[in-house]
């Protein structure tokens, strides 16, 4: 590999590849794919030909960023917003865009990998989405799709992002529920499969053991990541009123937090209140701010892997049921809709008797628009569908968290989005 002579045709085939994949001429790529790999990338701009095939088609005007695609399995959500580019493309760009298209099929075929980050911080799919490239955005939407789906059988979920040991074909991000594991699908820098920053604390066992920093609008862990942050509030209060609409219901919550949702679901004097909680430091505030004796509440005291099969052995069900952790992989949520909902939600309950409802946290993979519609249009709705869920999507206004100075202090931001799809779901039928 030291060998100047080597490092010099290196370099001329990285090259030529990235010309070829800029000039979208499909023939050239194809006879170069045949001796180097699809995802070489430039020393300089982290420029893998993928990134060199969609920027290749930056407009010569501005054109606002495409509003990302709500189309789900091939309905839409009664969203209209789904890429309308405010420019009409010439037939020039037109035939352009058609080539780039070409091109990118044909290095997701040879392997290119989705999420590979430039020298900028960007996927292909965060260029094609800056340059309101919706045809292009979809096409990396759709590789990142097909990828998970295939580690997820392959693997019961090998962790979308996990770390070195994916190097050379690892298109996977991390999954995770919240916090620095609201950090999910994400992709970090330097690194296409990222999590470099898995610090240990972020791990669910570490978490529970760790200290907490209670202040008046947040709670941080002990490495000053994010646990819960008052700014939530909106869409606590949201899913609350979607949830438990009316008084005497019965509701299970699981993570107290800040007790921000449980407030609210108190305000409807629901007939049973259950919470699950698993922190000391929290389950100590739990105690000092009385909620023991509050009327209908009953405490569980643990993780919820460990107090639900108890639940569901005595038979207990729930109009309302919410899931909001810290610390926990994607695949845990996923155990807990498909082994636990289907036991614990009436389905003859709810207002009028038309069927009980759960919702959870939705911040996987906020730190990057491609992640988080590929985590909720495709791999979390059809989990969710595949045990036994309809979900009914809301999109929420986030306020600009940064310039509200809501991160100073924390570590990592978990949110970095302008919009929440908040899910609501109910039994199929
Ligand atoms: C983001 S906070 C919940 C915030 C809450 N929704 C609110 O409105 O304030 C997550 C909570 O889940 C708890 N938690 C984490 N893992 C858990 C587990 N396995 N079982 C029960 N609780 C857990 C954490 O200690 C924390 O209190």
Not at 130 to 140: A, Q
Not at 209 to 220: A, E, P, Q, Y
Not at 287 to 292: D, F, T, V
Not at 374 to 399: H, K, R, S
Request: net charge negative.
């Amino acid at each position: 590999m030291d060998d100047p002579a080597f490092q010099v045709e290196t370099d001329l085939q990285t090259q030529s590849l990235l010309l070829a994949a800029a000039n979208h001429d499909v023939r050239a790529l194809r006879d170069l794919l045949r001796n180097t790999s699809a995802n070489v990338q430039d020393t300089e701009t982290g420029f893998t030909p993928l990134h060199a095939a969609i920027a290749a088609c930056e407009p010569n005007e501005p054109v606002p960023p495409l509003v990302p695609s709500k189309q789900v399995n091939g309905h839409t959500n009664g969203e209209t917003t789904n890429g309308e580019i405010a420019q009409e493309n010439s037939a020039d760009q037109r035939q352009e865009l058609e080539m780039a298209e070409k091109t990118i099929r044909l290095l997701f075929l040879n392997g290119a990998i989705w999420n590979d980050l430039d020298s900028n911080g960007e996927t292909p799919g965060c260029i094609a989405l800056r340059l309101g490239l919706k045809e292009l955005y979809e096409l990396c939407v759709d590789a990142g799709v097909r990828a998970e789906l295939l580690l997820s059988r392959l693997d019961e979920y090998q962790r979308l992002g996990d770390t070195d040991s994916e190097e050379g074909g690892g298109e996977v991000a991390e999954e995770t529920n919240e916090g620095a594991e609201r950090e999910d699908l994400n992709v970090e820098e330097g690194g296409h499969t990222a999590q470099e920053a898995a610090d240990e604390s972020t791990q669910n066992p570490n978490y529970l053991s760790s200290i907490l920093t209670f202040d008046r609008n947040r709670i941080l862990d002990r490495s000053d990541n994010g646990v819960m942050m008052e700014w939530e509030t909106t869409l606590m209060r949201r899913s609350a009123e979607l949830l438990l609409p009316s008084a005497s219901l019965r509701v299970l919550n699981v993570g107290h937090g800040m007790g921000i949702i449980d407030s609210i679901f108190q305000d409807n004097s629901p007939s049973s209140h259950h919470i699950i909680e698993a922190h000391p430091d929290i389950l100590k505030r739990i105690k000092e701010h009385g909620w023991y004796d509050k009327p209908g509440v009953v405490v569980h005291e643990g993780r919820w892997q460990d107090v639900l099969p108890g639940l569901v052995e005595k038979g207990e069900l729930f109009d309302a049921i919410y899931f909001d952790t810290f610390a926990e992989e994607y695949k845990a949520l996923r155990e807990f809709f498909t082994e636990y909902v289907i036991g614990l939600l009436d389905p003859a309950g709810g207002v009028d008797r038309e069927g009980g409802k759960f919702g959870f946290f939705n911040g996987m993979g906020a730190d990057r628009q491609v992640c988080y519609d590929l985590t909720n249009e495709q791999i979390v709705e059809m989990d969710l569908f595949e045990a036994g869920f309809d979900t009914e999507w809301e999109t929420i206004p986030i306020p600009n968290l940064d310039s509200e100075g809501k991160w100073e202090g924390v570590r990592r931001k978990y949110w970095v989005l302008d919009k929440y799809k908040l899910p609501t779901c109910s039994f199929i039928g």
